[in-house]
């Protein structure tokens, strides 16, 4: 959750200053690729990680990369919770690509 608040903020800080520096010239979906293209490496760590689960070797759990230990976190490793964190964050990732393409057919 940390890890999503922090995305979250690092996008409204971004697209502030977007739109303090350009102005009227700014539009909001100028800003999204970048929300966007977090979302689908997030997407890819955590679909790593739950392939990862899927093939146990010693009968434990374990988290392959960073990106997917600050969204876990440490407890209580499952099946289940990867393939959840897995799920909705191709969700997001989806949501994301067709509400960018929605707001730029619309500025357009």
């Known amino acids: 959750m940390l890890f999503v608040i922090l ?19 700014f539009k909001l979906s100028n800003s999204l690729p970048l929300l966007t293209m977090i979302s689908i490496i997030v997407t890819i760590c955590l679909g790593l990680n739950f392939v990862g ?36 964050s191709l969700i997001v990732s989806i949501l994301l690509i067709l509400i960018s393409a929605m707001i730029k057919y619309f500025e357009d």
């Open 7 to 25: 995305v979250l903020v690092v996008w409204g800080i971004y697209t502030f200053s977007m739109m303090k520096r350009k102005g009227t010239g």
């Open 53 to 88: 689960a899927t093939s146990l070797i010693d009968g434990s759990y374990s988290i392959n990369n960073s990106i997917a230990y600050w969204i876990i976190g440490e407890d209580g490793w499952s099946y289940n919770l990867f393939k959840s964190y897995f799920n909705y």
